[in-house]
Every structure is written in C-alpha cells, then in structure tokens.
C-alpha cells in the first residue's frame, strides 16, 4: 500500500514538475506572476481534443499538437498581457493576466459546456503488476516522459549558448542585456519552452485523470504556483523538489487522511513553507516588492 | 464632516443618494431592486477591498473568502441560535475579523506577489472548506435563514431589503470616508507609496498593514451577513477565488484609492451584464476582457489614482534598448 502511494505520487510529481519548470522558466526571466498558466493549458487539451476528434488518439499525435497549440498561445499571451506591461507595476500585469485567466475559462465553458470531457488517448504502454503494486500504463507513461523532459530541458540549459543565455537572463537581467543578449528573443522564446513543457504536462495529466473540465486550470494554476513557491520561485532544481513534495503530500493525504482535502493540504503546506521559509527550500531570497 | 469631507464632496455624494433613495418610487420591475439590492452588497465588500488594495497596496485575493466566512457565521447562527439580523450581521464582522487579524499576523510579513498567492491559498481553503465540511451544509449550501428584521419591524420585501441594504452600504461608505480623511488612513497611503519612507517617518508598517487587513475583512464579514440575509441561501460557489478576481475586476475597473470608484466599478460591472440580457452568458468572459484591457492601458480606471511606476529610468532604458534590438 505505501509502495503504491510512493509509484502513485512518482508518476504525480514528475507531472507536477514539468508544469512547474515550465512556470519556474517563465517567471525567472519575467520575474511576474503568469495567472492564465493552467488555463492556458487546459484551454490548449480542448482545443487539441476537438481539432483530432475525427482521427485516432495515438499518444504521439496528441503530445505534438497539444505542444504546438500550448506554444503558440504562450506566444499569443506574452504578447498581449507581460509585453505591454513590463515596464508598469508589477499589480498591472497581475491584474491583466487574472482576466486573461477568466477570459480563458469561461471561453472553454461557454464553447464546450461545464462538464467534463473524456480525454482518450491511447496509452502506448501496458498496465505492469510487481510486488503488489499495479501501475497503470498512463503512469509509467508519466514518469518516463517526464524524465525525459527534465534531462532535455537540463541539457538545453547548462550545454548550449541559447540556454546559457536564458541562464543569464534569469539571473540578472540588466547585466545579460548588457552582455548582447536580446531580452525580447529569450523572454519569447522562454515562453514557448515553458508553454510547450506544460503541453507535455496537460497530456500526461489528461490521460492518467482520463478527463480534463474547463475550471481545472485554477487547480493546476494554484498547485503550480505552490510548487514553485515551495521549491523556491524561479530556482529550476527547486521547482522539482517541491513538485514532488506536492505530489507526495497530496497523494498520501488523500491515503490517509481526506480525499476531500487533498487540495487544502497542498494550500497549507505552501502556507507553511511561506511562512518558514519565504523563499521557499532551495530558492535564493529575493526582494519583493509591488 | 463637512469639513473632513470637504463641502463639495458632501454635495456630490448626497446628490447621488436622491437617486438611490427615490428608485423604489418609480415601481420598476421587482428584479430591478434585487440587483440594485446585490450591488450594495458587493460596493460594501469592495470598499473595505479599496482600502486594502487602493490605499494600503496590499495585493489580497482573499477577499471572497472573507466575504464567506461573514455569510456563513450569520447564516448558521440565524438557522442554529435564531439570533436577529443586527447580532448575526455583527458576529459575522467580527468572525472575519478575528481570523484575518490569525491568519494576518504569520501572512502579512509577505511580500508582493508571495502574498498574493498565500492569500489565493486562504481563499482557496475557506471555499474548499464551505463546500465539503458537514456544519456548512457541503455542496447544498445552507437554506433556511431567516429574513432580516429589525426592531421587530420585519423586512421580507425587495424594496425594504433594498433600503436596508442601501443603509449598510451608506454606513460602510461614511466609516471608509472618516478613516481614510483620519491619520490612520493617511499612514495606509504613506505604507502604499514607500513603506521605507513610512517607517522613517515613524509609521509603524507592520500594524498598519495588520489593521488594513483586519478592516477590509471586517467590512467583507459585516456585508457577508448582509449577503446571507437577503438571498436566505448561501452556497459556496460565491465565495471561491475567482469571486475575488472579479472583486478586483470591479476595483481595478472603477478605480482603486478612491472612495466612489468601488461603488462605481461595482455598479458598472454588475448592471451592465443584466442591461445586455443576450449578452449575460458572455458576462464572466467581458470581465476578463475588460480586466486584462483595462489594467494595461487605463491603470487608474474611472476614478482612480495612477500607480506610479516602479522601474526605475535605468531599467527602463535598459529594456528599451534590448526591445529595439529585436
């Protein structure tokens, strides 16, 4: 049984860490809070789900064009919401990307209803049985994906100039421009990266719940920002650390103690973290101020 | 007052009260006065918001929340205790008080955009609460409150639910009005424009904040039970996290660090939706498109103060340069 849990809340947090590094990504070279992130998401899951209803749900098929979709409208936002608003108060762009969040959402209720939607995709690998424990292909689908996501995206990170350069950006980003970085290509470019690591995310998370609904963005936006938060906000090894915590919380909670709390504990133990230790566990401080 | 208020602003305001108090008069439609009814409500919640976020800068989203833990207590203690409507909407005020000045204490240390996602949390649990705890009535809400009398005078129609609820909003209104004109209110503007230069002037930030945000719940908690005693029915649906978002849609809209600008953006945001009937379906889809259209290109909103900008000359200049590069 805690074997279970352990695998359950593996497969959990790999997911939970690519939707993180992908907002961790984005909010170290803006230094902004992205509200629309999770709607941005889902919104992409329906789309992609209505554009292949026709065809087959090959796995394969359905990651591509979830990324696709999930970038170009990661695009569409830096463009719209955090270009404009840069230079204005950090509250401006906040206030802006919360209304891109409601324009999101209630767009999917008005377009595909309030109910949820199956979300089929056909898992390319078998349910496995060992020592007890049953795991389903959908999440062993979820932990090599998501692996593979994190060496790839650790490997654009620390071996090429481009990653580099998103490095520097993230660090001081008056000293990179200086340097002859250009902020605009590494601020887009950063938000395609981003975008397209939570695509990957939405599938994998769409096919292990088998379901997606059109308000679930609010619940992957919040446990997003918890993760990054606890991890430490806009530190990429941090964002793991508290995405797995997250998963590992929730999932023994829900074991445990309430399933119908599940997504309270992960609200308290961001509350907690905050509260110990503002900038979260491996994060470095970093002053604030709106 | 006149004097707090400077006679001028008096005059515009009583000139608005003429209308208010004359609607009922012209016998329109009962709807009418149910939604004139539900925009006092929410101006009172968000003028005690404007006080947190317009005047002290305090970026909360936790005000729905609050605005739920009122309608709650005296929702439960109308059904459970059968006290009247005064006692039930005071204990209401006072529970959201007491848990924001708890949960304030450790919170407000935050900063920035970490309190605004500690607050979300807040806000987050108080509805998960209301919708899975057995004494909130779960899912169903809770039916069953009794309407609101005062004096033994019993208040059951929608036009005298109307009055009573216009009288709170007044009340609510003129308490807002005397506190910011007071020192108290001029140390929240000194805490929202620089709170280094606030403390070095002898403000004390950190009770200030506390105070805010302790106020801006009361005043959630106080028109919460205004709330439960006019629908007779709360559920918690209206008390998630995107309540508070459109909350801030109403503040933004209207305009933050004013006093009409609440009553303004609420007003604006709620009749126009039931103006355009055909469009009442698009309605949370408009608010966002008005939010993320108005906050970058008319940050004060209709009445409110522009924010000053934060980067500095350098920075700006920096990106700038980096923008042209592009």
């Known amino acids: ?290 | 007052m006149g004097t707090i208020l400077g006679f001028r602003r008096y005059l515009l305001w009583g000139a608005l009260m003429i209308p208010a108090l004359l609607l009922p008069i012209l016998r329109l439609p009962t709807f009418i006065y149910r939604i004139a009814t539900l925009i006092f409500i929410y101006s009172c919640v968000n003028t005690g918001y404007n006080l947190l976020v317009g005047y002290c800068g305090i970026i909360s989203v936790a005000q729905a929340g609050f605005f739920g833990i009122g309608a709650y207590t005296a929702a439960l203690m109308s059904i459970h205790l059968h006290t009247s409507f005064v006692v039930n909407v005071v204990a209401g005020a006072l529970m959201a008080a007491t848990l924001s000045a708890l949960l304030g204490l450790p919170i407000l240390r935050l900063k920035g955009q970490y309190l605004v996602v500690a607050t979300l949390g807040i806000n987050q649990v108080i509805s998960l609460v209301a919708c899975n705890a057995e004494f909130t009535g779960g899912p169903n809400g809770l039916p069953g409150i009794a309407a609101p009398s005062i004096l033994g005078i019993s208040i059951a129609s929608p036009t005298s639910l109307y009055y009573l609820n216009l009288g709170g909003l007044v009340l609510v209104t003129a308490v807002a009005a005397l506190l910011v004109h007071s020192p108290v209110g001029r140390s929240m503007i000194a805490v929202r424009e620089d709170q280094l230069a606030a403390e070095a002037i002898g403000i004390n930030v950190g009770a200030t904040k506390l105070l805010t945000f302790t106020l801006a719940a009361a005043i959630a908690g106080l028109a919460g039970g205004f709330y439960a005693h006019n629908g007779l029915y709360v559920s918690w649906q209206t008390f998630i996290p995107g309540e508070s978002f459109i909350m801030l849609a109403m503040l933004t809209i209207g305009g933050m660090g004013t006093l009409a600008g609440p009553v303004l953006g609420t007003a604006l945001l709620m009749a126009l939706p039931e103006a355009l009937r055909s469009a009442s379906l698009y309605r949370f889809f408009l608010y966002g498109l008005a939010l993320s259209v108005v906050a970058p290109l008319w940050p004060g909103g209709l009445t409110g103060i522009r924010m000053k900008r934060k980067a500095s000359t350098a920075t700006r200049a920096l990106s700038s340069q980096g923008g042209s590069a592009a």
């Open chain 1, 1 to 290: 049984m805690v074997l279970q849990q352990l695998a359950n809340s593996l497969a959990l947090g790999g997911v939970y860490a690519l939707m993180t590094l992908g907002y961790s990504l984005i909010f170290g070279v803006l230094r902004l809070l992205h509200f629309a992130y999770g709607d941005v998401m889902v919104i992409s899951g329906y789309i992609a789900l209505t554009l292949l209803a026709a065809s087959s749900h090959s796995f394969g098929l359905t990651l591509v064009s979830v990324v696709v979709i999930v970038s170009l409208l990661g695009v569409f936002v830096e463009r719209v919401i955090f270009r404009p608003t840069r230079n204005a108060p950090h509250i401006v762009s906040l206030i802006s990307s919360i209304g891109m969040s409601l324009m999101i959402q209630n767009a999917m209720l008005l377009l595909w209803g309030p109910a949820r939607r199956l979300f089929v995709v056909e898992i390319p690998v078998p349910t496995m049985l060992a020592g007890g424990m049953q795991l389903s292909g959908s999440r062993i689908l979820s932990i090599v994906v998501s692996i593979a996501a994190m060496v790839a995206l650790d490997t654009l990170l620390r071996r090429t100039r481009f990653g580099m350069a998103i490095r520097g950006t993230i660090l001081d980003p008056d000293a990179a421009v200086l340097m002859g970085i250009n902020r605009e290509f590494i601020v887009a470019s950063t938000f395609i990266a981003g975008s397209a690591l939570s695509g990957v995310a939405m599938v994998l998370l769409g096919s292990m719940y088998g379901a997606i609904y059109p308000t679930e963005g609010t619940a992957i936006g919040t446990k997003t920002f918890a993760a990054a938060i606890i991890g430490g906000l806009g530190s990429i090894p941090g964002a793991v650390v508290g995405s797995l915590l997250l998963a590992f919380a929730e999932t023994f909670s829900a074991a445990y103690v309430s399933v119908k709390y599940k997504d309270a504990i992960a609200m308290v133990l961001l509350v907690l973290v905050l509260l110990i230790r503002p900038a979260g566990i491996l994060g470095k401080h970093m002053e604030e101020n709106i």
